[in-house]
């Protein structure tokens, strides 16, 4: 079983960054498509940026694109959310999470019901 940790969450103003990191407990190296989620209070979860295992196709959510940049660093099992130009809009508990691809071939997913493994969440504040 996987085991998920997320860091780097805390307060930033409006247009300020952020880093979000996950760490994995097993090596993660082309193993698992990983994705980003977040659920800010009273909401869904939302999916906000997912990336394949070998780290060469990503996908965002529509709000995101431009503001926010997924990698993932296969050595080191850890993944990561760049996020810039934040608003208040992104303030959220964010979430990282390890699916499984249907085939050999190389996926991004972008449901929740795709995804087995679920860190705990860090949280995230964007004050205006």
């Known amino acids: 079983q996987v085991q998920l940790v997320e860091s780097g969450g805390g307060l930033v103003q409006a247009g300020g960054s952020l880093r979000l990191s996950c760490a994995a407990s097993?090596?993660?190296?082309?193993?698992?498509?990983m994705g980003w989620f977040r659920q800010a209070p009273g909401k869904e979860r939302e999916f906000v940026a997912a990336?394949?295992?070998?780290?060469?196709?990503?996908v965002y959510q529509d709000s995101v694109k431009g503001r926010f940049t997924i990698s993932r660093e296969n050595a080191e099992n850890t993944i990561y959310l760049q996020m810039n130009s934040l608003e208040p809009g992104d303030t959220a508990v964010y979430y990282c999470?390890?699916?499984?691809?249907?085939?050999?071939?190389?996926?991004?997913?972008?449901?929740?019901?795709?995804?087995?493994?679920w860190g705990q969440g860090t949280q995230v504040t964007v004050s205006s």
């Open positions: 097993e090596r993660t190296s082309r193993r698992y498509p």
């Open positions: 990336i394949s295992r070998s780290g060469g196709s990503s």
């Open positions: 999470a390890a699916g499984s691809c249907r085939s050999v071939y190389e996926c991004t997913l972008i449901r929740t019901d795709d995804y087995t493994y």
